[in-house]
């Protein structure tokens, strides 16, 4: 078959929940929903502009992100890597929620690194809401699916696509709630074209040979904070418990109070792997000649903790 006869290729829907997939009992309530209830047929359906889109929808989960699960990341990562080798597939929409949603993107990024796009996107308002986000998300999402150059996963919200491993959730209501610290957006989608500024993620994926099915074998990693009165409390409860690792969520370029330092490196001392990353909402943890903690560089704490996560289960 030549290109000319060859069909469109198709974009494929994984639905997990969250708040795009919500439902209040009164149309105006933006904050007294309950999240994940329509299901993926009926997100696409609410989109008029995907009509005629040759799209397959698939329902992965229903959650609320605030419950995203190792269980659920392994399943969504299966199924996205089993469409993605499809031929006729061109790329893969994810609807997800805004929760975790920079969680979910690094960890798929750094397990599937595809070659053709996966497109997380979201919703600060429920599909019940007056001013609903969900269904310009959508299009938009598939809109950068379809695209013949996009690859690795990024994610798209209120008109911006951002690299999945450079995400922040940055406010809790606005529609416009994401950032990526100092590195700024990748794209914009207007009018469905893409606007673009730098280029799309890239490298070499992790396989998902070595993820457990039991999700009692993900190895236990906590994140502990560092702030004014910080105690070693939290960390010598989390060594009785056995975690494997810490990520430490730290002030300013790293700096830790001397009391929660006192206990990790005690914690480290006694195998545990440590690593900083910062509180600030932008920034790399800068490394020192002297220091005693690696740096989780850019990583927000949440997403060092899937990296840590990954490294722990491939060591
Ligand atoms: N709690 C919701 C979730 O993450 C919030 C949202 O989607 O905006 O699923």
């Given at each position: 078959m030549n290109k000319m006869q060859s069909p469109e290729r198709r974009i494929v829907v994984l639905a997990t929940g969250g708040t795009i997939a919500g439902t209040a009992a009164?149309?105006?309530?933006n904050v007294g929903y309950v999240a994940a209830q329509l299901g993926a047929d009926d997100l696409v359906a609410?989109?008029?502009?995907?009509?005629?889109t040759p799209l397959e929808t698939e329902q992965v989960a229903q959650v609320d992100s605030k419950d995203m699960s190792f269980d659920i990341w392994r399943r969504l990562a299966e199924r996205a890597a089993h469409h993605l080798a499809r031929d006729e597939v061109a790329g893969i929409v994810v609807t997800h929620g805004t929760d975790t949603l920079e969680e979910t993107g690094y960890f798929l990024q750094r397990v599937l690194a595809p070659r053709k796009p996966v497109v997380l996107t979201a919703a600060?308002?429920?599909?019940?809401?007056?001013?609903?986000d969900g269904p310009q998300n959508l299009l938009d999402a598939v809109a950068v699916a379809r695209e013949p150059q996009a690859h690795g996963v990024v994610v798209v919200v209120a008109g911006v696509v951002w690299d999945a491993r450079e995400?922040?959730?940055?406010?809790?209501?606005?529609?416009?709630?994401?950032g990526a610290g100092d590195a700024g957006w990748l794209a914009r989608v207007e009018e469905g074209r893409l606007r673009r500024q730098r280029d799309w993620p890239a490298g070499e994926p992790l396989g998902l040979a070595f993820l457990p099915v039991d999700p009692a074998g993900w190895p236990a990693v906590e994140i502990v904070t560092s702030h004014a009165g910080a105690t070693g409390l939290l960390v010598q409860a989390a060594r009785a418990a056995g975690v494997r690792g810490l990520v430490v969520a730290a002030t300013g370029n790293g700096s830790l109070h001397t009391t929660l330092e006192a206990a990790l490196r005690e914690a480290q001392s006694a195998g545990i792997v440590v690593w900083r990353s910062s509180r600030?909402?932008?920034?790399a943890v800068l490394p020192k000649p002297d220091d005693v903690f690696p740096t989780a560089g850019t990583l927000t704490p949440a997403q060092a903790r899937v990296e840590l996560m990954l490294q722990l289960l491939r060591a």
């Open positions: 009164r149309p105006g309530d609410a989109v008029p502009g995907l009509a005629g600060m308002r429920p599909a019940t809401a007056l001013l609903r995400l922040r959730k940055t406010h809790t209501y606005r529609l416009d709630a994401f600030c909402l932008a920034g």
